[in-house]
């Protein structure tokens, strides 16, 4: 098992090769608007907050759609008791058939890890689901978590350590979103029928309310004028994530994936043989998923 000391060394080694100077993030008006319970939704300075109470949970939405590209939020997560609230980022088009790239944060009892559940929808089919135990808490300072799409892959980010990597397997026969517009969301809202402990554990509303934070909020990825045209994003033009040194992971990068599915995996899809008798085709050719 890979040490922690070598892994924080990656991580520094990475951050000086890809990151460089971060740059700023917007304004949460400037790319999102509240798209339920608005009372629910608060703009306090820098930082928005989603409020989740014995009433009503809360979302919001990005202003346009997009067609690859990079997205990214700092989240501090609910303090405390959370136990079966779940607090979601992700990406979705819309209608039966849709994609979707989500990040489902699943709340705990007090001492216990928050579960992180990653999903991939294709054409309206999920269940690719990925359950891993984060490596700090993430409800006591802000994280950033990204998802970076390009025609190559989609790759899920942690503090821009990747957790997940979906290839694009069309070669071997299997669909990959690439031809939907998708919205960028988060919402907060009540699960205690499934979220924590499959169900056992309820919400306990007299912690209530539930509070997700957000700041710093990032979107470079290819805006589409409307959900039909897509020639301005799927033509021949090559953006930054099109290229093979962004868009494959590095060495380092995979060292990392590796680190985190040997130390911090708690599920995965394609080895459930109870829901799959037969393996899912993805997960014959995936080297990591």
Request: aromatic share 14%; net charge negative.
């Amino acid at each position: 098992m890979v040490g922690m000391s070598w892994f924080m060394c990656m991580m520094m080694m990475v951050c000086v090769i890809y990151c460089g100077e971060a740059a700023p993030g917007a304004k949460f008006e400037d790319l999102y608007r509240s798209s339920w319970a608005t009372d629910h939704c608060v703009n306090d300075g820098e930082v928005t907050k989603l409020k989740l109470d014995n009433f009503s949970g809360a979302g919001f939405e990005s202003r346009s759609k997009y067609l690859f590209g990079k997205v990214s939020i700092q989240i501090k997560l609910v303090e405390g008791d959370s136990a079966g609230t779940v607090t979601a980022f992700y990406m979705s088009s819309e209608g039966s058939n849709h994609n979707e790239f989500d990040f489902e944060f699943l709340g705990n009892t007090t001492g216990e890890p928050y579960i992180v559940q990653t999903n991939v929808y294709v054409n309206g089919v999920g269940n690719r689901e990925q359950r891993l135990n984060l490596w700090f808490d993430p409800t006591t300072e802000f994280h950033t978590y990204s998802i970076l799409w390009s025609k190559r892959s989609v790759v899920f980010m942690v503090d821009e350590t990747p957790i997940r990597v979906h290839k694009n397997l069309e070669d071997k026969g299997i669909p990959f979103a690439k031809d939907q517009a998708m919205g960028v969301y988060s919402s907060i809202w009540n699960a205690d029928d499934w979220a924590t402990q499959g169900g056992l554990v309820k919400t306990d509303w007299s912690h209530a309310p539930f509070i997700a934070s957000y700041k710093d909020f990032k979107i470079d990825a290819c805006e589409v004028p409307t959900t039909t045209d897509l020639s301005k994003c799927n033509g021949d033009q090559r953006f930054w994530w099109d290229e093979p040194t962004v868009s494959e992971l590095s060495l380092h990068q995979n060292h990392q994936l590796i680190w985190v599915r040997a130390n911090h995996m708690i599920y995965d899809y394609c080895f459930d043989a109870v829901r799959f008798p037969v393996t899912p085709l993805e997960c014959q050719h995936h080297r990591h998923l």
